[in-house]
C-alpha cells in the first residue's frame, strides 16, 4: 500500500516563502515511473491540482501560482517538493501530493499552509 507523507507547511506572512516535501513509499513501480502532483484544499473548496511533474521533471503549474510555485522531484529519494513563494492569503490551505493519473493513491495527512499577518 502506498503511503505518503507530507511535510513543510506553517504559518508564514504575505510575501513570504515555505518549501514543502512529500515522501512517498510503498510504489507498485518505482518512484520515477509516476507522474506527481500537488495539490492544495482551501476552506469550503475543493481539492484542486496546484502543479504537476511528469516522469522526466516537465512542469506544469495551475495558472493561480504559475511563476510564485515551483515543483521539483528527487527520483532516488521518492520525493517531490513545492518550493512556494510570494504567499497571499490565498494560498490558505492543506496542500497533499499524489499521482495526478487515476486511480489516486490513499491521500496522506497533508501539511497546513497558512498565510498570515
Known amino acids: 500500500q502506498v503511503r505518503l507523507v507530507e511535510s513543510g507547511g506553517g504559518l508564514v506572512q504575505p510575501g513570504g516563502s515555505l518549501r514543502l516535501s512529500c515522501t512517498a513509499s510503498g510504489t507498485p513501480l518505482g518512484f520515477s515511473s509516476y507522474a506527481m502532483g500537488w495539490y492544495r484544499q482551501r476552506p469550503g473548496l475543493q481539492r484542486e491540482l496546484v502543479a504537476s511533474?511528469?516522469?522526466?521533471?516537465?512542469?506544469t503549474p495551475a495558472d493561480s501560482v504559475k511563476g510564485r510555485f515551483t515543483i521539483s522531484r528527487d527520483n532516488a529519494g521518492n520525493r517531490v517538493y513545492l518550493q512556494m513563494n510570494s504567499l497571499n492569503a490565498e494560498d490558505t490551505a492543506v496542500y497533499y501530493c499524489?499521482?495526478?493519473?487515476?486511480?489516486?493513491?490513499?491521500w496522506g495527512q497533508g501539511t497546513q499552509v497558512i498565510v498570515s499577518l
Open positions: 499524489n499521482k495526478i493519473r487515476t486511480p489516486l493513491w490513499d
Open positions: 511533474i511528469n516522469h522526466i521533471g516537465l512542469t
